[in-house]
């Protein structure tokens, strides 16, 4: 014997009922190929489970409280019904506490594990045994009510026998409570406004030190892909040039009204046209906002990736110039290489650091770009810093090196305010470009 377990107390028949229902019977049992079962006298509970025997314990008790739920309720009702006349008239069903009793005392008195692995519990109860149970219970918790209640209206009496005595003590304290509350609002009311004040301090403060840089509109355009903003002028024109190798990188012209503008873009390989687009950009949410201000506009743009080799345009070549759009209307018509997509661009305002961030994408590219003014408040936006990272995700507008990423940087330079614009960047990860915009 293991004397472990000498001097312990123990149940006989809780190890006997343990050891029997961990045997499974050579024959099925009946509750088990029924799923349940009827008895005048007893109540049951069968729970199945396909994962564990535990699963299936549980599964039982939640089946035996179903079935005992209407029956405690009888009961419970039935006991505030005799005991009506010393209960208060409001006192319902839903006031009593211990209402219940499902599972109290039950155990699991049967399980059983199938050929198909599955796993079955069966709890019984004897009906008599449980209402006495459950009645008694009920009892019980009527007449800690009931004291409860007869101790509540013994503290009513006594309350209102010393009221005329108190009246004044009481009606005084409630008077101070009340304004303790109004004080205490008062003090949040103060803080909020003071909260309120140094905030609007603070944008006050931002607005006058970046004054100069929040009246900056900027720029239609980044290095190569435009913004949210809209010309102030009716045609603009631009045109890039690589001094190096004095080759044409790309040609633009445009027409705004409004709120719309609509571009066409030509792109050339030293200075042979290679690549095109035409754009309608429109601007939804003009310039707004206090202190952040910020811009947004949708746009459709159609664009040739590559022209075919006998459609490419020379712009140093008077004789590939002339034929521009029989080549043009070739490359669309006869090999349809054209293709189009929506784009959406939009900028944001940021004066702590006097710059303006900016957002684009399309089918062929994604990117970021930054508009730094060095001197907003002596030259507005007449100099500016632009740096642009592109994620390039057409091969055709990648570089000779196939760089998925790229970084490019400006220094713009604006001679006349809306009307010449000269602007030196470093693109694509190998050119020092020359870029001349004009606006009329």
């Known amino acids: 014997m293991d004397r472990s377990i000498l001097g312990r107390p123990f149940e006989l028949d809780e190890i006997l009922e343990q050891i029997g229902t961990e045997k499974t019977s050579p024959a099925t049992p009946k509750w088990v190929l029924t799923g349940e079962l009827e008895s005048d006298t007893v109540y049951y509970g069968i729970g199945k489970s396909s994962k564990s025997q535990d699963e299936a314990d549980d599964d039982a008790r939640l089946r035996f409280a179903q079935h005992v739920e209407v029956s405690v309720q009888s009961i419970a009702v039935e006991q505030i019904a005799e005991n009506k006349d010393r209960l208060d008239e409001n006192y319902s069903y839903e006031s009593l506490v211990s ?7 039950v155990k699991i008195a049967e399980r059983y594990v199938g050929s198909d692995s599955s796993f079955y519990s ?3 109860y004897g009906k008599s045994e449980y209402h006495a149970l459950v009645t008694r219970e009920i009892q019980a918790s009527l007449e800690a009510d009931i004291r409860k209640q007869e101790l509540a209206h013994q503290a009513q009496e ?3 026998a010393d009221s005329l005595r108190h009246k004044i003590r009481m009606d005084s304290l409630a008077l101070g409570r009340k304004q303790a509350v109004i ?5 949040i009311l103060q803080m909020e406004q003071s909260r309120q004040r140094q905030e609007q301090e603070r944008i006050d403060l931002i607005k006058r030190r970046h004054a100069d840089f929040l009246e900056i509109e900027p720029r239609y355009e ?7 903003s809209i010309p102030d002028s009716w045609v603009h024109l631009s045109t890039r040039w690589n001094p190096e190798s004095s080759h044409f990188r790309q040609i633009k ?3 705004s009204l409004w709120l719309m503008s609509l571009e066409t873009n030509l792109w050339a390989t030293k200075s042979v046209i290679n690549q095109g687009d035409i754009s309608l950009k429109l601007q939804v949410l003009p310039m707004r ?4 201000p910020m811009s947004l506009a949708l746009g459709w743009i159609s664009f040739i990736s590559q022209f075919d080799a006998e459609n490419e345009i020379d712009l140093e070549d008077d004789g590939h110039f002339s034929s521009f759009w029989e080549n043009l209307d070739n490359e669309i018509n006869e090999h349809n290489s054209a293709q189009s997509s929506f784009f959406v661009t939009s900028t944001l305002g940021i004066p702590q650091i006097n710059s303006h961030a900016s957002f684009y994408i399309d089918k062929r590219k994604i990117s970021l770009a930054n508009i ?5 408040r002596n030259m507005g936006d007449a100099i500016s810093i632009i740096n642009q990272l592109d994620v390039l995700r057409s091969k055709a507008y990648r570089n000779r090196f196939n760089d998925a990423v790229q970084w490019q940087i400006g220094l713009r330079l604006i001679a006349i305010e809306n009307r010449f614009a000269t602007m030196i960047a470093y693109e694509d990860h190998e050119f020092w470009m020359l870029n001349f915009e004009f606006q009329y």
């Open 289 to 292: 906002g206090e202190l952040y």
């Open 122 to 124: 069966l709890i019984k």
């Open 183 to 187: 004080d205490s609002l008062d003090r």
């Open 222 to 228: 980044l290095i190569d892909v435009p913004s949210a």
């Open 253 to 255: 012209t445009g027409v």
């Open 372 to 376: 730094w003014y060095p001197f907003p």
């Open 158 to 160: 006594t309350l209102r």
């Open 99 to 105: 209402t219940k009793m499902n599972l109290r005392g």
